[in-house]
């Protein structure tokens, strides 16, 4: 599946280590069983506040400057859930979301703050699914 175009902007120093973090914890993370990450991800953001739009879009931002260096597979899942860290590590908590659709079967995964994906296409063509909103 391809990935909306990566940010216009480039990410400040401080939010771009942030990233690199975020992203490399994602990476470790995800080698383990999800539910892990799930478990993870809620037990760290009862120590945050909500992010607002623009927050989460710096948090996806930085965390996709960190995965354009990565020699491995950096898709939805590893890039939702490293910008979902990332925003911790900013002290502010977005939602992971994984979803699905049928017909043809597919999985995605994203991070939303306010009710908004943030990083995704304005319009998709058929929505998805939430199966885990953490």
């Keep these: ?17 942030l990233g690199a973090l975020g992203f490399w914890s994602a990476v470790l ?8 990450s799930v478990k993870t991800l809620t037990a760290l953001k009862h120590r945050t506040r909500p992010a607002s739009v623009s ?10 400057t960190a995965a354009r260096r990565f020699p491995g597979r950096a ?5 939702s859930l490293a910008a979902a860290l990332t925003g911790i590590l900013m ?10 659709r049928l017909m ?18 304005e319009e998709p063509d058929r929505p998805f699914i939430v199966i885990t909103r953490t």
């Design 55 to 64: 927050e989460a879009a710096d948090a996806v931002a930085a965390a996709r």
């Design 75 to 79: 898709a939805c899942l590893e890039l």
């Design 29 to 36: 993370l995800l080698r383990f069983p999800l539910k892990y």
């Design 91 to 100: 002290r502010k908590a977005v939602d992971w979301c994984i979803g699905v």
């Design 1 to 17: 599946m391809a990935l909306p175009a990566g940010p216009s902007r480039r990410p400040r120093l401080p939010h771009r280590l």
């Design 104 to 121: 043809p079967y597919a999985a995605h995964a994203w991070v939303e703050a306010e009710g908004t994906p943030i990083g995704e296409q």
